[in-house]
């Protein structure tokens, strides 16, 4: 059953065979987990979202139609779809978020500057709004194309395209804001 497509196996779950959804989560689960993680930058809220996906790969599984997508990107949609809607509910803050205990271990300048431009990154990204911090990080951090990603987010490719266009700018003038000193 290794060798079996995520299409055979969708095919399998709506039969309701519960080891090709076993197969299928270690196939994709990882990945859910961390396209949910971008968009909440909450790692139990993204453990639960991913879980919540298959749930509905199981309960669904008898709707997906391979003419019209691949599993992965119907699978993205359920992803994406779920942690957008996790996203607008309010919520409690991580505990990482609330207490920043200082790394006191020694280390080079360049390991330092990398990691504050990647706090820097994703300070912007989490300031955008949901819709256009999805699709940077499902086309420049999944590495998703704009078709797979527009179908991820069931846009239009255009739509897609001026998610990231637009995307890029806030991103572009909110750490420019940020390195000159001012508030974003």
């Not at 299409?7 to 039969?15: K, T």
């Not at 599984?61 to 990107?73: I, V, W």
């Not at 949609?77 to 920043?100: C, Q, Y």
């Amino acid at each position: 059953m290794h060798a079996d497509t995520d299409e055979s196996l969708l095919r399998r779950i709506s039969a309701g065979d519960q080891r090709a959804l076993r197969l299928l989560m270690d196939r994709h689960m990882a990945r859910a987990i961390r396209l949910a993680e971008r968009v909440l930058r909450d790692p139990a809220a993204a453990d639960d979202v991913a879980q919540e996906a298959f749930v509905r790969v199981w309960k669904h599984a008898s709707r997906f139609d391979e003419d019209k997508a691949q599993f992965t990107t119907w699978l993205y949609r359920i992803v994406m779809n779920l942690a957008l809607d996790r996203a607008r509910r309010p919520g409690h803050a991580p505990l990482d978020d609330a207490l920043e205990v200082a790394d006191t271990a020694p280390d080079g300048e360049e390991a330092l500057a990398h990691r504050q431009r990647v706090a820097l990154l994703g300070s912007g990204l989490a300031a955008l709004p949901e819709r256009q911090r999805a699709a940077l990080t499902l086309f420049h951090l999944e590495g998703l194309s704009g078709r797979e990603g527009a179908a991820a987010m069931n846009v239009s490719e255009k739509s897609f395209e001026s998610l990231l266009g637009r995307g890029r700018a806030a991103l572009r003038a909110w750490i420019s804001a940020s390195t000159k000193g001012r508030t974003p």
